[in-house]
């Protein structure tokens, strides 16, 4: 028995070392105290009680341990670990000095000599490259961890990592993460590369890498770019010496995962890990089972073929017995049963220079049944003719080509119409000895197992038999001239059509059998950068037709995707390989440019070899003439905003032959739907949108956080015209792999920890490829209710009005959770809270605000319906005359301004919005009324002053001679009028009186008192009553009471 006895001694930082007393006590025999690396300890923990025989040196490899600061390390032999055996001295650790030795490629590093050799047949090695790429178990150089939120802790059951032979397959549920870590020490500048495949559109996963601190490195975070089915791809980034950490971080982007794709887990397959740089090999790893090595000196192994086996450390592989047999890189054989008619398949040859084939049977490969016992291959069948479907005609052994359109040819595949007919092109594929035209075939493998296309078998074709688990088979048909239209009209601007239809009965048949357990049979139509799957098939399905209308006359491509997927238990592995599709027709009808499959009448005649048609825009309809009671047929017009769909060789009636447009587009020629940028609603209600469609808008989202704190966003794209639409983009490493175009996408931006400045774009999501129709609120009472729970749902207020304008636009394909496919919903509100006068104003331009949902700031409240809100003046409704008030200004120069407003929520037309110039009189009536009325009442006046005037002198010559009666002065004879004299000569001013040639000089004035002369005192010369002025004072004041005397008067001065 062996007692090991430990005690460690600490020693003061920085030394990395501790002091071991490692006593071992077997029979009085000692060994000396070393100094031992703390990693030693870990590994020499398992060896500390063991009994048995001293360990052989055959036996023992060494181990080291981590490098450290000044270069060394302690390197140690230990034995296997099944091994049970006593360490001798020759497991005594010692010191290598040179740590950063390394040896190439099958080479290792011999401790004893120090030097490289050549690694021993049955080994390998990859010199400093350490590669992880078997996984029957997680490597123990990595570490798997799970993260999650506070609300889903207890549902991350499923997000783990979990080893599947040929990859380590990552799973992540929504709120959770898985983590996958890797620590290094490279002692040499060097590598890191991985090979993984993901193959769902929105599985997330980072890969950063970490130096020893646990801080990401510059230029060191990857997103993971989705690759599809089958697909793998190879991530690399240099790795300079030193010690690292790298991670995978998967989780689910729930936005897009839980709805759209109808999924609930994100998934990742790493294939292959490989460091390039770490330390040497110190041993060459033994060949694992199923590979083998026959050389020394191999860098891998050699995995071992069909039918053979090895064991670990193989130099060459066991043939399996004849009984028996194995899958490539397998460790054991398997007991092969006795062949059944299950067990083979039966292929045709291709044509010959006769133009025969005949059908051979071949074992379907991998072969796993006794072809000793049981049924044996069938015997080849008797040559029959290659034949070409109709329309094509024979190329070369294996295809066919369409048939010339000029008919010159005498092939009997090739139809030739009556004079009063004309062809029917398109394709019809029901003859499959040879390839037909339009139609490739292809396949691909993920881990490169052996890839199966689709096959021709006389009267089907088909794929799926051998066809391994993780390949898809792929028939692809283009139509590279789209469809025939029911006319040639040009459709104005191409970069607004909305609809632009073939004419009646254009169509793809397939007639298709899927006979399997579980498989998958995808059909995908792709129109310029848009795939979108149409149809799904899982499981069994009987013999049966499937019909697709066309309903747009570009060109287009169909791909048929068949895989099949993880089987059930309980499916044997002879049945797993026979699981197949067949396809037994395909049939395109109305394709340009192609073969002629058929000859039909023309209603009116042919005209240069076509059919004599309507004027654009009308087409044959019937009615009954009342008077002779027979038909007749006439060119109709189709009603205004329909499209015509029709064709020369029958009538049709309206509703078979106009297609309305949906609302919020418009007819032009009855040819093409449009969008229309002034829509009319239901209640007649005009908006003018003009100025908001014919830009393209960008929304940014909320910033997101990964579960371990890296930051990113969304970023929306919206287009309103067709023809003109927005890119999403997915790049990696600085340069663009790939974009979608749509009218509505959304990009994931994410910000690079390593690289602030930098933003990466990824994930590209269509969310609207066609315009639905554009209505009003309240459209009806139904879709008002519906949208107002939408909104208030949102976060936004709802509308009471009825006047918000709601785009509805439609994206590709259908999902579990998302049966009627996801919806976008643009919805346009009046204002931005100006006032109505500045709305109104001719220099107001507003293209307003585009909103996502306050409540759902991933633009989306369900996954399924996205929303944004544009508010803008533009968005008003215009108003209509009786919602428009108008007001005049001031007449000036004879012309006034009238003005137009609304109070109510509408937006005046542009026209009305500039001030109109009438003219107006210079007065009008009022004012003509005013100055009448105004002259009137001057003169009024004035006659009334005059004539109190009059009166008062009247008065005060009265007054003034009553004062002079009453004082005694002398006074003038006449200084007064009598009651009956009159006063109608009067002269006044102080001018007359003062005049040197007094008219008064001579008159006769009677004295008064004292002065009164003799009685027959007389002047020498009478005359006639004078005219006298005013009565004259010396001054103006009150104290000037007296009339001047008359020998002042007579003087002429004052």
Not at 241 to 260: A, P, S
Not at 485 to 495: I, K, W
Not at 785 to 811: C, K, Q
Request: charged content about 20%; glycine content about 6%; hydrophobic content about 35%.
């Amino acid at each position: 028995r062996v007692v090991i006895y430990v005690s460690l001694i600490p020693i003061q930082y920085p030394s990395p070392n501790i002091c071991i007393k490692w006593c071992l006590k077997t029979s009085q025999e000692a060994l000396p105290m070393i100094l031992i690396s703390p990693w030693i300890l870990v590994t020499l923990v398992p060896l500390l009680h063991v009994k048995g025989e001293s360990c052989a040196s055959s036996s023992l490899h060494y181990e080291a341990s981590d490098c450290n600061t000044k270069g060394d390390r302690w390197v140690f032999k230990v034995p296997e670990d099944n091994d049970n055996c006593l360490l001798t001295s020759e497991s005594i650790p010692r010191r290598q000095h040179n740590c950063d030795k390394t040896c190439s490629a099958g080479h290792y590093l011999d401790m004893d000599s120090q030097e490289c050799k050549l690694c021993p047949v049955g080994t390998y090695s990859r010199g400093n490259v350490l590669e992880l790429s078997k996984w029957k178990t997680i490597p123990t150089e990595l570490a798997t961890d799970v993260t999650y939120s506070s609300q889903t802790s207890d549902g991350c059951n499923s997000t783990q990592w979990m080893p599947m032979g040929d990859h380590l397959l990552g799973k992540a549920t929504p709120g959770c993460s898985a983590v996958l870590s890797l620590q290094l020490n490279n002692l040499q500048d060097g590598e890191v590369s991985f090979m993984y495949n993901i193959a769902d559109a929105a599985t997330m996963v980072f890969f950063t890498i970490h130096n020893e601190h646990c801080t990401r490195l510059p230029e060191s975070t990857f997103i993971l770019q989705r690759t599809g089915q089958n697909v793998l791809y190879n991530v690399s980034s240099p790795l300079r010496k030193g010690r690292y950490v790298l991670q995978w971080e998967l989780f689910v982007d729930q936005n897009t995962f839980g709805y759209l794709f109808g999924r609930r887990v994100a998934s990742i397959r790493i294939i292959e890990i490989r460091i390039r740089g770490t330390p040497p090999i110190l041993h060459c790893n033994a060949c694992p089972a199923g590979t083998y090595a026959n050389a020394g000196g191999m860098s891998q192994c050699e995995s071992c073929p069909a039918n053979t086996f090895s064991y670990t450390g193989a130099q060459t592989c066991t043939a399996c017995a004849v009984d028996e047999y194995s899958s490539p890189g397998s460790d054991k054989c398997n007991r092969r049963l006795p062949c059944t008619e299950k067990d083979f398949m039966g292929v045709w040859t291709p044509c010959d220079q006769q133009g025969k084939t005949w059908k051979t049977y071949k074992w379907i490969e991998p072969v796993i049944c006794n072809i000793r016992t049981g049924v044996g291959l069938p015997q080849s069948g008797n040559p029959i003719d290659c034949t070409c479907p109709i329309g094509t005609r024979f190329y070369n052994a294996t295809a066919c080509e369409s048939c010339p359109a000029d008919q010159s040819v005498t092939d009997s595949t090739c139809l030739r119409c009556e004079s009063d007919k004309v062809p029917v092109i398109g394709l019809h594929y029901d003859r499959w000895s040879r390839f037909p035209p339009h139609l490739t075939t292809w396949c691909l493998s993920m881990f490169k197992n052996g890839c199966s296309e689709w096959t021709l078998n006389m009267d089907h074709i088909s794929a799926g038999i051998g066809l391994h688990l993780s390949t898809a088979s792929f028939l692809h048909l283009s139509i590279p001239f789209g469809f025939v239209r029911s006319d040639e009209l040009d459709a104005g601007n191409a970069g607004e059509v909305v609809r632009n239809p073939p004419i009646p009965n254009t169509y793809l048949r397939v007639e298709f059998e899927l006979a399997c357990t579980s498989c998958e049979l995808i059909l995908r139509q792709q129109r310029g950068n848009v795939n979108t799957p149409l149809i799904q098939w899982l499981g069994k399905a009987e013999r049966q037709n499937y019909t697709l209308t066309i309903d747009d006359s570009a060109a287009v491509n169909f791909t048929w995707e068949f895989r099949k997927k993880a089987p059930n238990p309980e499916v044997s592995q002879s049945d797993l390989l026979l699981e197949h599709v067949k396809i037994y027709q395909l049939e395109v009808t109305n394709a340009k440019l192609l073969g002629t499959i058929g000859c039909r009448k023309c209603l009116k005649g042919i005209q240069d070899g076509k059919c004599i048609s309507c004027p654009p825009g009308l087409f044959y309809a019937s009615t009954i003439n009342e008077t002779t009671r027979q038909e007749v047929v006439n060119c109709t017009q189709c009603p205004e905003n329909t499209i015509l769909q029709t064709d020369a060789h029958a009538t049709r009636t309206v509703s078979e032959a106009c297609i309305p447009c949906e609302p919020g587009t418009k007819a032009v020629n009855h040819s093409v739907c449009v969008v229309d940028t002034m829509p009319v609603v239901d209640n007649g209600m005009l908006y003018n949108l003009t100025e908001l469609l014919l830009k393209n808008r960008t929304v940014y989202g909320a910033n997101l956080f990964t579960p371990t704190g890296t930051k990113y966003h969304y970023e929306y794209h919206l287009s309103f015209m067709y023809g003109h639409p927005v890119r999403c983009v997915e790049e990696y490493e600085a340069a663009m792999v790939n974009f979608m175009e749509a009218l509505i996408c959304r990009q994931t931006i994410v910000h690079l920890p390593s690289a602030p400045d930098k933003k990466q774009r990824v994930l590209p999501l269509r969310l609207g490829d066609r315009l639905e129709k554009a209505v009003q609120s309240n459209h009806s009472k139904q879709f008002w209710d519906e949208v107002n729970t939408n909104l208030t749902r949102a976060g936004w207020t709802a509308d009471s009005v009825g006047t918000d304008l709601h785009y509805i636009f439609v994206a590709s394909g259908s999902s579990e959770n998302c049966p009627s496919g996801v919806r976008t919903v643009v919805t346009f509100r009046c204002g931005l809270g100006q006032s109505l006068e500045s709305i109104n104003s001719s220099m107001f331009t507003d293209e307003g605000q585009l909103e996502l949902p306050p409540s759902c700031p991933d633009a989306t409240c369900d996954g399924c319906t996205y929303h944004f809100l544009w508010r803008s003046s533009h968005a008003c409704p215009i108003c209509s005359e009786r919602q428009i008030t108008r007001f005049s200004g001031e007449c000036r120069y004879g012309s006034r301004r009238v003005y137009a407003i609304s109070r109510e929520p509408c937006r005046v037309p542009t026209e009305l919005l500039a001030a109109q110039e009438i003219s107006c009189p210079l007065l009008t009536t009022g004012q003509i009324v005013a100055i009448f009325l105004t002259g009137f009442t001057l003169i009024t006046l004035v006659t009334i002053i005059f004539s109190c005037y009059r009166k008062n002198k009247r008065l005060e010559y009265k007054y003034m001679k009553l004062v002079q009666s009453k004082g005694g002065l002398g006074q003038p004879t006449s200084c007064a009028l009598d009651e009956n004299e009159e006063d109608n000569l009067d002269h006044f001013g102080r001018r007359a009186v003062r005049s040197n040639n007094v008219i008064n000089a001579a008159f006769e004035l009677e004295a008064t008192g004292s002065m009164k002369a003799p009685a027959n005192a007389s002047l020498a010369l009478k005359m006639p009553w004078p005219i006298l002025g005013p009565i004259l004072f010396k001054k103006g004041d009150q104290q000037d009471l007296h009339p001047l005397p008359e020998n002042e008067v007579r003087g002429g001065v004052a």
